[in-house]
């Protein structure tokens, strides 16, 4: 991974490398060394300090909370159990994962054969199709609000509910499609040519030969979803926000602040408790998260 | 019998190829074409959701662009964050993918620790820079202070409101890192090699060597950068309504904006109109001028070379 930028001077020493020459090259490489991870550690601290500001504050006293201290003098865990106990925030994660969940599982299943056709068939309107689908990839959600709501909440009369977003999941997301025909691209025909002498029909070859090597790319698809959905804060403001029943974390999480006005401490605890999952999330599928970021912007 | 067999074969692929699509083209007609076309018709009717909508001819628009006061200086601060924020992000993300190449002892963790911020959900992150930039208590201004430094008053100016999303965008910068980190990973290394036998310094070989190789990401850096300034909302809106301590339930409405007008955005144009004043027609003017920035960028990632698309086959 680290290997292009591999400089001379950083070979291993040998007998031959004891001439002055090497010497001074030696200790160039050192400096460059202590540099750049002097470098990488202010911008490491950078990254990291408002995580840890933020966790000390979430367990400091409310009256300390108020005070310019950076470290708590007290430990008060009892703030998580605070958090968990408001009215509500047991249903916000009940309403998020449903949200994240099931969205996640409709948009990867309704996109799979859309991304498939787009990368492997070969039809008239095919270029126009996967232009549209970057289209609808890069419309901002308010671009087309005002006719969706008026069709959810006054024709359907799911305002109140996240139906209004999980639905239209199940109808092929353009995200999804976008990344996994990039990810299908890279499928040699090869094995789609020998699945078909084999006998398979379309369907099956996708089912048998083509879904079981594009793995990667379909964890990295669910997990962008899953994270899309987990941070979308629009969506439920919109069809939510007129019922707390229906409230997801993201948009329960800044009434959680109007709640309790002043309580810096519950409110970063409430906040660590949004982030953390999304963290352990990733650091459990950190390949295929970054992979799919790279293949967002590289790949094609 | 030949051209029959051909021709069943054909509809057979045609059919095949439209069983596959259906799925999206359902999602098309329902969730993109019908929705676009209702918001082109409602930019031109008077409609509050209750009354029947009653034509407005060009009444929206010229309420819009002349009469509505969030509107111009939604787009100067647009324009602002499209200038400084977007530069700002591509000039460090593309200096923390540099670095990141160059560390060669515990890259994982470093890479990790760079990365980590740009998973922090959005109103959770905007929620702790508020914190974190709270004028009176915050950390950041307690450490300002203590270094004799001056402490500005970040979400609740309007002259350090803008630079404060800008920080929260710095932040969250690992998209970038990992795009151009796999960018300059792909620099064919013995370009390096040739410029260095040349006598070539860093600086050159930064200017000569890096650059015209990984232009392309750049662009792609910056133009979906802008297409997302374009689109910003969460973090602005959140930041306004935090930092103004006008939250849902204390029984005020929030006008978006807040420090005066600072962090308005087009899409809080849409949010406003629409479900705070009911006047969609008005909604949709907005909704239009976004949509017609938006695919104009779109356009010019599309168009560039080797673009999104790809080879196809």
């Known amino acids: 991974m680290t290997s292009v930028l591999d400089r001379p001077g950083a070979a291993p020493e040998s007998a031959r490398d004891r001439t002055p020459a090497a010497r001074t090259a030696r200790r160039r490489a050192l400096l460059h060394w202590i540099g750049v991870h002097s470098l990488g550690v202010a911008a490491a601290l950078f990254f990291v300090l408002p995580f840890v500001f933020l966790f000390l504050t979430s367990v400091m006293s409310d009256q300390q909370?108020?005070?310019?201290?950076?470290?708590?003098?007290?430990?008060?865990?009892?703030?998580?159990?605070?958090?968990?106990?408001?009215?509500?925030?047991?249903?916000?994660w009940k309403n998020t994962l449903l949200y994240a969940g099931l969205g996640t599982v409709l948009s990867v299943l309704s996109s799979i054969p859309v991304a498939y056709a787009l990368a492997k068939f070969r039809f008239r309107g095919r270029q126009l199709s996967l232009m549209l689908v970057i289209s609808m990839m890069m419309l901002p959600p308010q671009v087309i609000i005002i006719p969706m709501y008026l069709f959810w909440a006054k024709q359907l009369d799911l305002s109140g509910t996240l139906w209004p977003l999980i639905i239209p999941m199940a109808f092929g997301d353009a995200f999804s499609i976008f990344l996994l025909r990039q990810f299908l691209l890279t499928i040699p025909n090869e094995?789609?040519?020998?699945?078909?002498?084999?006998?398979?029909?379309?369907?099956?070859?996708?089912?048998?030969?083509?879904?079981?090597?594009?793995?990667?790319?379909?964890?990295a698809v669910a997990l962008f979803q899953f994270f899309y959905a987990w941070n979308d804060y629009f969506g439920p403001q919109i069809y939510a926000s007129e019922n707390p029943a229906a409230w997801t974390l993201s948009y329960g999480l800044e009434s959680f602040k109007g709640a309790h006005h002043t309580d810096w401490n519950l409110t970063m605890a409430a906040t660590v408790l949004v982030m953390a999952p999304v963290i352990l999330v990733f650091f459990f599928a950190q390949k295929a998260f970054v992979e799919g970021v790279t293949l967002t912007g590289v790949k094609g | 019998m030949s051209t029959h067999t051909l021709r069943s074969k054909?509809?057979?692929?045609?059919?095949?190829?439209?069983?596959?699509?259906?799925?999206?083209?359902?999602?098309f007609t329902v969730f993109f074409a019908y929705p676009l076309i209702s918001t082109v018709y409602f930019s031109f009717m008077k409609y509050d959701g209750f009354n029947t909508p009653v034509w407005n001819g060009l009444g929206n628009w010229s309420y819009v662009f002349g009469d509505y006061p969030m509107f111009w200086p939604s787009l100067r601060n647009t324009l602002w964050l499209v200038?400084?924020?977007v530069a700002c992000r591509v000039v460090f993300g593309l200096g923390i993918g540099m670095l990141i190449t160059r560390i060669r002892t515990g890259t994982g963790i470093f890479r990790t620790l760079f990365y980590l911020p740009y998973l922090a959900p959005p109103v959770a992150a905007t929620l702790a820079f508020v914190f974190l930039l709270n004028p009176g208590t915050g950390p950041v201004n307690t450490i300002l202070g203590d270094l004799g430094l001056p402490t500005p008053g970040w979400f609740n100016d309007p002259a350090w409101s803008k630079p404060a999303l800008t920080l929260l965008a710095v932040w969250g910068i690992g998209d970038l890192m990992v795009i151009f980190m796999a960018a300059l990973l792909d620099v064919p290394k013995e370009q390096y090699e040739a410029a260095e036998l040349d006598g070539a310094s860093a600086w050159q070989r930064f200017r000569f060597v890096t650059l015209p190789n990984i232009s392309p990401i750049v662009m792609f850096a910056v133009v979906t950068g802008v297409i997302s300034a374009m689109q910003y909302y969460a973090q602005p809106l959140v930041a306004g309504?935090?930092?103004?301590?006008?939250?849902?339930?204390?029984?005020?409405?929030?006008?978006?904006?807040?420090?005066?007008?600072?962090?308005?955005?087009?899409?809080?144009?849409?949010?406003?109109?629409?479900?705070?004043?009911?006047?969609?027609?008005?909604?949709?003017?907005?909704?239009?001028?976004?949509?017609?920035?938006?695919?104009?960028?779109?356009?010019?990632?599309?168009?560039?070379?080797?673009?999104?698309?790809?080879?196809?086959?």
């Open chain 1, 191 to 219: 094995y789609l040519d020998a699945a078909k002498v084999d006998g398979c029909g379309e369907f099956r070859t996708l089912i048998r030969v083509v879904l079981p090597m594009a793995r990667p790319g379909i964890a």
């Open chain 1, 65 to 92: 909370a108020l005070t310019r201290d950076l470290t708590p003098d007290t430990w008060e865990w009892g703030n998580y159990t605070k958090v968990f106990d408001t009215p509500g925030f047991l249903t916000w």
């Open chain 2, 241 to 313: 309504k935090v930092a103004s301590g006008i939250i849902g339930g204390s029984g005020q409405q929030f006008e978006p904006g807040y420090p005066d007008k600072s962090t308005l955005t087009l899409p809080q144009l849409v949010y406003n109109l629409g479900f705070q004043r009911f006047d969609y027609g008005a909604a949709c003017v907005v909704a239009l001028v976004l949509f017609v920035l938006a695919m104009a960028f779109t356009a010019l990632l599309m168009r560039r070379r080797g673009g999104l698309i790809g080879a196809g086959d």
């Open chain 2, 83 to 85: 200038v400084i924020m």
């Open chain 2, 10 to 27: 054909r509809r057979r692929s045609a059919l095949r190829t439209a069983a596959f699509m259906s799925p999206w083209l359902i999602g």
